[in-house]
T-cell receptor, first 113, second 110 residues
Framework: KAGVTQTPRYLIKTRGQQVTLSCSPI?????VSWYQQTPGQGLQFLFE???????NKGNFPGRFSGRQFSNSRSEMNVSTLELGDSALYLC????????????FGQGTRLTVV | DAKTTQPTSMDCAEGRAANLPCNHS???????VYWYRQIHSQGPQYIIH???NNETNEMASLIITEDRKSSTLILPHATLRDTAVYYC???????????FGQGTTLQVKP
């Protein structure tokens, strides 16, 4: 079956702009989580959605937001982009809320200039 | 979530078993031990997880000490494709929140 799909794969944005990233989970998976990966901070948890509700949130400013649709697809939005937001953004899906076997997408590489 | 401690890097000869240790001395009773790996420029890949008992799947074995303060991931016959960063994570099964540490860079050598 198809894996987790993230679009776009690469993005270049200017400081101050906003960006929306998309994640399509594996069919049947209802939980979607988002992570930010940078060379300095490593992999950091952003938030988790399950049944269209945000269940957990990491320690990120309010400029980072997300949502989940009824078909479990999820979007992540970053407003007022800063240079430090340049990172690989990863999405993971799992069958139910909680851990265990989470499947990650290839990520979206965001560069802010 | 409990913090985990792993060696920064390890080498392993191709075909030999790779044993990756992880310390999680502050793990609580309802926290699982999860292992993921990340091959350069790809998303992390789930390997295995366990609570108290040792676990085995087609990829690896997970040995958890009786006091649950540490664990070892075993790749029985390492190949060059197993070269990756391996992350040990202690987390609750009630959330989808994974706290990744710095991981262990495993280099499998011919």
């Amino acid at each position: 079956k198809a894996g987790v799909t993230q679009t776009p794969r690469y993005l270049i944005k200017t400081r101050g702009q906003q960006v929306t990233l998309s994640c399509s989970p594996i069919s049947g998976h209802r939980s979607v989580s988002w992570y930010q990966q940078t060379p300095g901070q490593g992999l950091q948890f952003l938030f988790e959605y399950f049944s269209e509700t945000q269940r957990n949130k990491g320690n990120f400013p309010g400029r980072f937001s997300g949502r989940q649709f009824s078909n479990s697809r999820s979007e992540m939005n970053v407003s007022t982009l800063e240079l430090g937001d340049s990172a690989l953004y990863l999405c993971a899906s799992s069958l139910t809320q909680g851990m265990g076997e989470a499947f990650f997408g290839q990520g979206t590489r965001l560069t802010v200039v | 979530d409990a913090k985990t401690t792993q060696p920064t890097s390890m080498d392993c000869a191709e075909g030999r078993a790779a044993n990756l240790p992880c310390n999680h001395s502050t793990i609580s009773g309802n926290e699982y031990v999860y292992w993921y790996r990340q091959i350069h420029s790809q998303g992390p890949q789930y390997i295995i997880h366990g609570l108290k008992n040792n676990e085995t799947n087609e990829m690896a074995s997970l040995i958890i000490t009786e006091d649950r303060k540490s664990s070892t991931l075993i790749l029985p016959h390492a190949t060059l494709r197993d070269t990756a960063v391996y992350y040990c994570i202690a987390g609750s099964s009630n959330t989808g929140k994974l706290i990744f540490g710095q991981g262990t860079t495993l280099q499998v050598k011919p």
